[in-house]
């Protein structure tokens, strides 16, 4: 059973950066892609970026530009370095990753750009 953790959130300043961290855990041979989803209190989730095990990555218009998908597949961790943050940027950041089984999901971390 696949399990993810993340980490790296936290409180920046407008214009700084942050890098967030998911590793993940069991039946990690049957994922095929990883990405990264948000949302505030209130409103949908919506998809940030993905990237499959062969390197393909993809972003929501919104962060192209300013973030950055990667894996280290030895550390089955896949990062999202977020570059020229702005207080739009204010989410939970969830993990995900597609598998041969349902979705899953990680428990998110909280990201705020505030000044």
């Known amino acids: 059973q696949v399990q993810l953790v993340e980490s790296g959130g936290g409180l920046v300043q407008p214009g700084e950066s942050l890098r967030l961290s998911c590793a993940a855990s069991?039946?990690?041979?049957?994922?095929?892609?990883m990405g990264w989803s948000r949302q505030a209190p209130g409103k949908a989730r919506e998809w940030v970026a993905r990237i499959t095990n062969v390197g393909s990555t993809n972003y929501v218009d919104f962060v192209e530009g300013r973030f950055t998908i990667s894996r280290d597949n030895a550390k089955n961790t896949v990062y999202l370095q977020m570059n020229s943050l702005k207080p739009e940027d204010t989410d939970v950041y969830y993990c995900?990753?597609?598998?041969?089984?349902?979705?899953?999901w990680g428990q998110g971390t909280q990201v705020t750009v505030s000044s």
């Open positions: 995900y990753a597609d598998h041969t089984g349902p979705r899953t």
């Open positions: 069991g039946g990690i041979a049957g994922i095929y892609r």
